[in-house]
């Protein structure tokens, strides 16, 4: 097994430019998230999905939008990248809510120019 | 919503020496979590505890619910063992399935 993998692993962007984080589990788990992680901050909740064709909102969500058409798989797009949103993005999954364990893929690091 | 607060914030440490890092949480809660992460960015979940205590290896992790505290220990710590580690708990006050995450503790254990 995988696990939980991430697409690609470093990216730089001009600002302005679009682009997509693909996390894909190979866990058949229900629940995937993106958080993204900041200097002196923990780890922050973007947007999440607790099923196939379902998504919703995090704690910081403005700028970002995701899709989950397929279970396995969970797609962060970013359509209009500014340099706030330079990061570390990371993807998890888990069977279910909040006190099942969270398997996180490798993280993507993208600089916004 | 749930504050989650660890310390320290940095601690450095002796090969060999017994390890304590806290995290308290604002909001009752019914488990929480501990997670590392690797100076090479990985993220690994290394408990997850509703009360009590839970050992694996050297690491033990105990909860106490009314107190709204929990501690990660390591016992004979050793330079493998530097890393971030993450307190995180349900935030109940949000939508189902979130966790709030502290900022982390930065271990590093000197030979």
């Known amino acids: 097994n995988a696990g939980v993998t991430q697409t690609p692993k470093f990216r730089v962007l001009k600002t302005g430019q679009s682009m997509t984080l693909l996390c894909a589990q190979d866990?058949?788990?229900?629940?995937m998230y993106w958080y993204r992680q900041d200097p002196g901050m923990g780890l922050r909740l973007i947007h999440y999905s607790v099923g196939e064709g379902t998504t919703a909102k995090g704690e910081v969500p403005d700028g970002y939008n995701v899709s989950r058409l397929k279970k396995q798989n969970f797609l962060l797009g970013l359509e209009s990248a500014a340099p706030s949103q330079t990061s570390v993005y990371f993807c998890?999954?888990?069977?279910?809510?909040?006190?099942?364990?969270?398997?996180f893929g490798p993280g993507t690091r993208l600089l916004v120019l | 919503k749930n504050e989650v607060e660890q310390s320290p914030q940095n601690l450095t440490a002796q090969e060999g020496e017994f390890i304590t890092i806290n995290c308290s949480y604002s909001?009752?809660?019914?488990?929480l979590h501990w997670l590392q992460q690797h100076p090479g960015g990985g993220i690994v979940s290394l408990f997850m505890l509703s009360s009590g205590k839970k050992k694996h290896g050297r690491l033990i992790a105990t909860i106490n619910i009314q107190e709204k505290h929990s501690s990660l220990h390591i016992t004979a710590s050793h330079p493998r063992d530097s890393a971030v580690y993450i307190c995180?708990?349900?935030?109940?006050?949000?939508?189902?399935?979130?966790?709030?995450f502290g900022k982390g503790t930065k271990l590093s254990v000197k030979p």
């Open positions: 998890a999954s888990s069977y279910s809510g909040g006190t099942e364990t969270q398997y």
């Open positions: 866990m058949n788990h229900e629940y």
């Open positions: 909001v009752g809660i019914s488990a």
């Open positions: 995180a708990v349900p935030n109940y006050g949000g939508s189902q399935g979130n966790l709030i």
